[in-house]
């Protein structure tokens, strides 16, 4: 499909048969009187007087318990920079149907207008106060697509006022998926993290977040260069936001070129086609690219692969290795919503990055394997998910989208956590079994 044939297609597939990908359907039946009275009045009033005597018993009889509101002022939407709520809103309304299709989670967009500075930013302050009115009607919120640095101060503010989790997916969720690549790559290769050099280029939400996120997973922060659109983050600079400054060090490197040289690891969250093959020939042995530009990655995997990368990521679900975050946010709302979590802490995360990277290595049953001949025929002809236990490819260091272990498996490992980290509500006894209950509960919702 050529770019004027996607185009006319995507367009189509918004438009009709109705605008939009979304809509209300009811749980319950109102098929007559009967329904009517206990839908609305005078039956309603019954559970409005049960929350109003013990305000918890909300999770019990309104949706709130299986509700995420998927939230941005469309400031940074996509590469689309900021092009503002209205023009977010298909996002926003796409990620509401993943969450219904991967997790049977209901969610809804809430695209915000007015909650922005003179210039046309996000100011974090009237975000902040708009987000934190929805805890009565929400049981997660889902921030999306929200312009750095301000996006920093709207989640980890929101996280400490509100009881409910709260979750910057541009943040966070490119980090969860993306180490979980890196795991089973540094496996593959016979690596450890903390001797690993990282180059990260793009220091926008998701450059940060991801950095700290496997500095907290092992990695050395002095073992970090960053760099953005003004090249290496050093300590000579004067034009960094404190996020910046916490990777600023004492280099005499200046650009993207300088810093790659015996690098072990590339992240790529910038711009298309910045990498070239005389970069990548300067990194150590055995070096790993996750180039993640959308839709023209850093460096094209054959390019990065020829010039003697041993594994390659993108973005894309035409290449291998394929860094999606619909591996992550589905599976941990599903965990944290099932145990009532009060957050989603960086122990959660943990545990779907481990989740994910557990699932390449397993090996595949019959019935998930035909599910994955159907989504992806291409790569099942390759043999890609014939492994045994334990074993690895450098061309499938992370599961598909499609792989139905997914996200049980992520919920259960999510749940784990929040429950010993003692933010959870809800105590599963089974974890086995919940995860079983979790692969039910979508496939049912897919009939």
């Known amino acids: 499909m050529n770019q004027e044939e996607l185009k006319k297609a995507a367009l189509a597939y918004h438009q009709n048969p109705t605008p939009g990908k979304i809509s209300v359907i009811s749980t319950k039946s109102c098929a007559g009187a009967k329904d009517l009275s206990l839908a609305y009045t005078p039956g309603v009033a019954q559970p409005c007087l049960e929350i109003k005597n013990t305000p918890d018993d909300v999770w019990k009889y309104t949706i ?134 990282f180059v990260v280029n793009g220091a926008g939400a998701a450059g940060i977040s991801c950095s700290e996120y496997y500095i907290f997973a092992g990695a050395k922060r002095e ?61 150590n042995q055995g070096a790993i690219i996750f180039a993640m530009a959308n839709p023209t990655p850093e460096i094209y995997p054959d390019t990065a692969l020829q010039a003697g990368a041993a594994v390659v990521g993108t973005g894309r679900s035409d290449f291998a290795n394929q860094i999606n975050n619909v591996l992550g946010f589905p599976g941990i709302f599903r965990g944290a919503l099932d145990v009532r979590a009060k957050d989603i802490t960086r122990g959660m995360m943990l545990g779907a990055s481990k989740a994910i990277a557990e699932l390449a290595s397993e090996e595949i049953n019959a019935e998930i394997k035909a599910e994955l001949a159907k989504a992806y025929p291409a790569d099942f002809a390759k043999g890609m998910f014939d492994g045994k236990n334990g074993e690895l490819r450098c061309d499938y260091v992370i599961p598909k989208p499609f792989d139905s272990r997914v996200v049980p498996r992520v919920a259960k490992y999510v749940a784990q956590a929040a429950m010993l980290e003692g933010i959870a509500q809800i105590k599963i006894d089974n974890l086995d079994e919940y995860e079983k209950s979790v692969a039910l509960r979508v496939k049912n919702q897919l009939r």
Do not use: W, Y
């Open 64 to 197: 709130k318990s299986n509700f995420v509101a998927v939230v941005s002022d469309g400031t940074a939407v996509l590469g689309l920079g900021n092009i503002g709520p209205e023009a977010g809103m298909p996002v926003m309304e796409g990620k509401a149907v993943l969450f219904k299709r991967f997790a049977d989670i209901d969610a809804i967009p809430l695209c915000l207008n007015k909650v922005f500075d003179d210039k046309g930013r996000t100011d974090a302050d009237k975000l902040i106060s708009v987000v934190e009115c929805l805890e009565p009607t929400f049981g997660g919120i889902n921030l999306e697509d929200i312009g750095a640095p301000a996006c920093f101060k709207v989640e980890q503010t929101l996280k400490k006022r509100m009881n409910i989790p709260v979750f910057h997916d541009d943040q966070h969720g490119t980090a969860i998926i993306s180490l979980a690549a890196i795991l089973n790559a540094l496996k593959f290769l016979g690596k450890k993290i903390e001797n690993c050099r």
């Open 223 to 283: 073992n970090f260069l960053l760099c953005d659109s003004k090249g290496v983050i050093h300590s000579e600079r004067t034009d960094l936001n404190a996020e910046k400054q916490a990777f600023a060090v004492k280099t005499d490197k200046r650009t993207l070129a300088d810093a790659m040289q015996h690098a072990d690891i590339f992240l790529g969250l910038s711009a298309p086609n910045c990498v070239t093959a005389e970069m990548v020939q300067s990194m």
